[in-house]
């Protein structure tokens, strides 16, 4: 399994609305049908340059359906973000390649 992730830096004048949008943008990614899930957390670290910062980690079903969603729809969905907060915020994108994940067992 593949996590897309999307790390955002927001600056703290439009915090709010952003935080409203991406509630509604995550929705449309899913949509997609090309990813199982997507979680949205807060990176509880400080930034130098200021702002608020999140991650959200999509699961992808597989790296075919991950190169499906960069060829058919991460334009258009990128682009309606950077529209509208393009100078006040920055993103990057990694891939993560899940090697094992491990659950507590309290039996």
């Keep these: 399994m593949i996590i897309y992730n999307v790390t ?5 004048t439009i915090h709010n609305e952003w935080l409203t ?13 090309k990813f199982e899930k997507a979680t949205l957390s807060r990176v509880l670290v400080e930034e130098d340059m200021g702002g608020v910062t999140y991650s959200i980690q999509y699961r992808s079903y597989s790296r075919e359906a991950l190169e ?5 729809d991460a334009d258009k969905l ?20 899940i090697v094992d994940e491990y659950t507590v067992n309290f039996k």
């Design 78 to 97: 990128r682009n309606d973000g950077m529209k509208k907060f393009a100078d006040k915020m920055l993103a990057f994108r990694t891939e993560l390649q």
């Design 8 to 12: 955002v830096n927001i600056d703290e």
């Design 21 to 33: 949008w991406i509630k509604e943008h995550i929705p449309q990614v899913l949509a997609t049908g």
């Design 68 to 72: 499906a969603y960069y060829k058919e």
